[in-house]
Structures are given as C-alpha cells and as structure tokens.
C-alpha cells in the first residue's frame, strides 16, 4: 500500500492496521519515511509499508532417555529464563539510547503551567475517586511547586509517557521503565539545574538511583 499524503504516524499506523508501537520501531529504522516536527509529532511523507515479516527463533532441550524427564524439564526452564533474560537485555538496550529532549519554556510560562496540570490531575481525581485536595497556586510552598514543575517537565514537555507506552507489556518493562525515567529526570537537571535536586529526590523515590 502506498500513501501520499502527509499524516501523523498514529494515523499511519492504523490505516496499515499495525500498532503505533511497530509504526514507531519501523520510522526509528528508517523503513518509514516522515520527520519530527518541533511539537515532536512524527510526520509521514511518500514512502511504502515495509515488510512486516518477523525473524523466529527455535530453541530446544533433548535428553537421552524418558527416564530423564525431570532433567528435560530443568533444561526447558533454563532455556526459557535465558531467553527472556535476552529480550529483556534488548529492551532496556533499545530504551538506552533513546532520543531524550526536553522542551523548554519561559520560566512563568512553565510554573503557569504547573500549576494548572497539576489541579487539572487532582481536579479529575477528587471527580472519580472523591479525593479532596489543595488547589495549587503560583505562591504556593515553593518544595510544592518545584515538585509539580518536575512533574510538568516530565509529563509534558518530555516524549516520557509515550516511551513508557512504547515498552508496556513487553518482557523487561521494569527495568526498562526505570532506564527511561532516570535518563528523563538526568535530562531535565542538565537542562534545568535549578531543578537538579529535585530531580535527584523523585528519582531516588522512585528508581532507587540519585545519578
């Protein structure tokens, strides 16, 4: 199938009836031909749908006898734990070298921000779950509102949920999870040492790492 007109990779990916997932893994190879605007949608230009015929890998266990099933069984548990330990090993290699950015704003464009994602959050919880809460504002505590802004960094102005998307369900996703958040919160203190610390505290919080 070909496609001519420019389109997001989200519509892309269901006119060819694949995930976004493949669709992304299939533009980061080259196989799909788009660009990433400034907003870091990624745009598809003229190109083909690229072969999705996947590689297969057999692996098996023998032993000489029925007499030594319990052995068989043993080798097959091995075999499986080694091979989930390789695609694991994949994954957080993939995540590892992941284009990390972070968009930067004018600093009271960026608290203003903030502060409404954050009652913007808490407003739709205390709607379906009935959790009352403090409604932010520009002069609240400043440990509070260096939080949010972290947060506002992380989930925002960072591609961070949507590689957190792009790894779910797959074999690894724990450690895989915690590579893209610590590479996430060391990007934003690179890019913004005012909020280095607090970058370090929700890290640690939440990877068990400070670095």
């Given at each position: 199938?070909?496609?001519?007109?420019?389109m997001?990779?989200?519509?892309?990916?269901?006119q060819q009836?694949i995930?976004?997932?493949t669709?992304l893994?299939?533009?980061?190879?080259?196989a799909?031909?788009?660009?990433?605007?400034?907003?870091?949608?990624?745009?598809?230009?003229?190109g083909?749908?690229?072969?999705?015929?996947?590689?297969?890998v057999?692996?098996?266990?023998?032993?000489?006898?029925?007499?030594?099933?319990?052995?068989?069984?043993?080798?097959a548990?091995?075999?499986?734990?080694y091979c989930?330990?390789?695609?694991?090993?994949?994954l957080?290699k993939?995540?590892?070298v992941?284009p990390i950015?972070?968009?930067?704003l004018?600093?009271?464009?960026?608290?203003?921000?903030?502060?409404?994602s954050?009652n913007?959050?808490?407003g739709?919880?205390?709607?379906?779950?009935?959790?009352?809460?403090?409604?932010?504002?520009?002069?609240?505590?400043?440990?509070f509102?260096?939080?949010?802004?972290?947060?506002?960094?992380?989930?925002?102005?960072?591609?961070?949920?949507?590689?957190?998307e792009?790894?779910?369900?797959?074999?690894?996703?724990?450690?895989?999870?915690?590579?893209?958040?610590?590479?996430?919160?060391a990007?934003?203190?690179?890019?913004h040492?005012?909020?280095?610390?607090?970058?370090?505290?929700?890290?640690?919080?939440?990877?068990?790492e400070?670095?």
């Open positions: 199938m070909r496609y001519t007109s420019l997001k990779l989200s519509q892309y990916a269901k009836g995930s976004y997932r669709a893994r299939w533009w980061r190879a080259g799909i031909k788009g660009y990433q605007a400034p907003t870091r949608t990624i745009i598809v230009t003229e083909e749908k690229p072969s999705s015929r996947s590689e297969h057999a692996i098996y266990a023998r032993v000489s006898s029925a007499e030594h099933q319990e052995n068989l069984e043993r080798q548990a091995r075999l499986k734990d989930a330990a390789r695609k694991a090993a994949e957080v993939q995540v590892s992941l950015t972070v968009t930067r004018p600093p009271e464009q960026l608290l203003r921000r903030a502060v409404e954050s913007a959050f808490h739709k919880l205390l709607w379906e779950r009935g959790h009352d809460y403090e409604r932010a504002i520009e002069r609240s505590d400043p440990a509102l260096e939080r949010i802004t972290v947060n506002s960094f992380r989930h925002y102005l960072t591609a961070y949920d949507t590689h957190l792009e790894v779910a369900g797959q074999i690894g996703v724990n450690e895989a999870t915690s590579t893209i958040g610590c590479r996430v919160y990007e934003i203190a690179a890019r040492p005012e909020d280095a610390e607090e970058c370090k505290r929700q890290m640690r919080a939440r990877h068990g400070a670095s």
